[in-house]
């Protein structure tokens, strides 16, 4: 089944504490990406990759790092987890980044920094 | 900025009748739109698009048109179902450089269709 996973799908942690969510997809994809959802302010870009090696800043990246050293994976880092980091985020993964390559989502990573 | 705005952060409906949701856009830039779909526990899924050359896209129940003199689409749903409700993200996507798009997300509405 073609898919993107994510792990944890829940964590509570404390700030400060590194943490790092993993994201994987099936499909082959070149194009990864993850996402934040806060309350009134919808799905807001963190950091994107094109393909291995290669990454950029989406819309909200501080706080935040990403790799991408096989094709599979793009796992989100925090280094030092801060309260405003609190939110449900979401790996996505494409195609390409071409104008109608749709975005599969993965289930979500509601995570807690207290 | 938002760039796009779903004004409306929730929605009630009667099953059987029309679900309408609706998406401003002010960058006209934008080529292409695209509905995305979020139930619990889940992350969204695509549900229909829009080019930005043509004024209307229907599949099944589901059928989006774009004015573009507007910078306006919206969405509708008939009938509406209760498996229906969710919450509905509007995107829309602009090039960004080389062969590749960006794509920015309005905040959401919460479709809730009622038995």
């Known amino acids: 089944e073609a898919q993107v996973t994510q792990n944890p799908r829940y964590l509570i942690t404390v700030t400060g504490k590194k943490l790092t969510v993993t994201c994987s997809q099936n499909?082959?994809?070149?194009?990864m990406s993850w996402y934040r959802q806060d309350p009134g302010l919808g799905l807001r870009q963190i950091y994107y990759?094109?393909?291995?090696?290669?990454?950029d800043k989406g819309d909200v990246p501080e706080g935040y790092k990403v790799s991408r050293k096989e094709k599979r994976n793009f796992p989100l880092i925090l280094e030092s987890p801060s309260p405003n980091q609190t939110s449900l985020y979401f790996c996505?993964?494409?195609?390409?980044?071409?104008?109608?390559?749709?975005?599969?989502f993965g289930p979500g990573t509601r995570l807690t920094v207290l | 900025d938002q760039q796009v705005k779903q004004n409306s952060p929730s929605l009630s409906v009667q099953e059987g009748r029309i679900s309408i949701l609706n998406c401003d856009y002010t960058?006209?830039?934008?080529?292409?739109f695209l509905w995305y779909k979020k139930y619990p526990a889940e992350g969204p899924t695509f549900l229909i698009s829009?080019?930005?050359?043509?004024d209307k896209n229907e599949d099944g129940r589901f059928t989006v048109f774009l004015n573009k003199s507007a910078k306006h689409l919206s969405l509708h749903i008939v009938p509406s179902q209760p498996g229906d409700s969710a919450v509905y993200f509007c995107?829309?996507?602009?090039?960004?450089?080389?062969?590749?798009?960006?794509?920015?997300f309005g905040k959401g509405t919460l479709l809730t269709v009622n038995p």
């Open positions: 499909m082959n994809h070149e194009y």
């Open positions: 960058n006209s830039m934008f080529d292409y």
């Open positions: 990759s094109m393909n291995v090696e290669v990454t």
């Open positions: 829009i080019s930005s050359i043509k």
């Open positions: 995107a829309a996507s602009v090039y960004s450089g080389g062969s590749n798009y960006k794509l920015t």
């Open positions: 996505a993964s494409s195609l390409g980044s071409g104008l109608t390559d749709t975005q599969y």
